[in-house]
């Protein structure tokens, strides 16, 4: 997660979170601190601090309470929410790269099995099924200050939502993409049944629609 004193960034996985964090590093103004695998460290005006990089929002509280903060004092947090349909494709593809630092049952999955298999058996960072609405849900609600951005109109909502608290000149880089084919070109109605049933949060508060294949 990225913050400053006026913003919270919740880096949801697989939603273009790495392009975000290197946007928000250099256009989020003032003192800036992220979360990651790495030493406490300051570099400027970024201050690194060890974290899970991937904080959900219970997370957060308990990170922030620690420290006599709040998440009520943010005067806003964001989190990017993708389609599950393709989250679920993506997060396959990239496990598929067999990549060291993705060592684990999930990747072990991925490499072994076709889609349909993986998303029968894969937890999705150490949760099966996964709670990828822990993201953006606290106490079974979405904060009064949470501001969802939907990646599908990325750059559209950053300027509607987020620009105000960003410098002049930002721009949103592309890292660490998964390229696979189109979720349409992969699906059938066992696969949307799966994913439906991994991920029917997003989809029964209508965040997303169900699709046919």
């Excluded at 990651?36 to 922030?64: I, M, N």
């Excluded at 930002?170 to 991994?198: G, I, M, T, W």
């Amino acid at each position: 997660m990225i913050w400053n004193n006026k913003v919270l960034f919740i880096h949801t996985p697989k939603t273009a979170g790495m392009s975000m964090t290197q946007m928000l590093l250099e256009s989020l103004e003032g003192q800036v601190f992220v979360t990651g695998p790495f030493e406490q460290k300051r570099e400027d005006r970024v201050g690194y601090l060890p974290g899970r990089r991937h904080e959900t929002l219970v997370d957060a509280q308990s990170f922030f309470t620690y420290r006599n903060m709040d998440l009520a004092g943010f005067e806003r947090i964001f989190a990017v929410m993708r389609n599950p349909y393709d989250l679920e494709l993506s997060r396959y593809a990239y496990l598929r790269k067999n990549l060291p630092q993705d060592r684990g049952p999930a990747q072990k999955i991925a490499l072994a099995n076709d889609y349909k298999e993986y998303l029968k058996q894969a937890p999705f960072f150490g949760m099966n099924p996964p709670r990828l609405n822990l993201y953006f849900s606290m106490n079974g609600a979405l904060p009064d200050n949470l501001t969802v951005l939907k990646f599908e109109n990325l750059n559209a909502d950053i300027e509607t939502y987020m620009s105000p608290y960003l410098s002049a000149g930002y721009k949103l880089p592309f890292e660490n993409v998964s390229k696979h084919k189109k979720y349409q070109e992969v699906y059938d109605a066992e696969c949307e049944q799966l994913v439906f049933d991994r991920n029917r949060w997003f989809f029964e508060k209508g965040f997303y629609a169900r699709e046919n294949f």
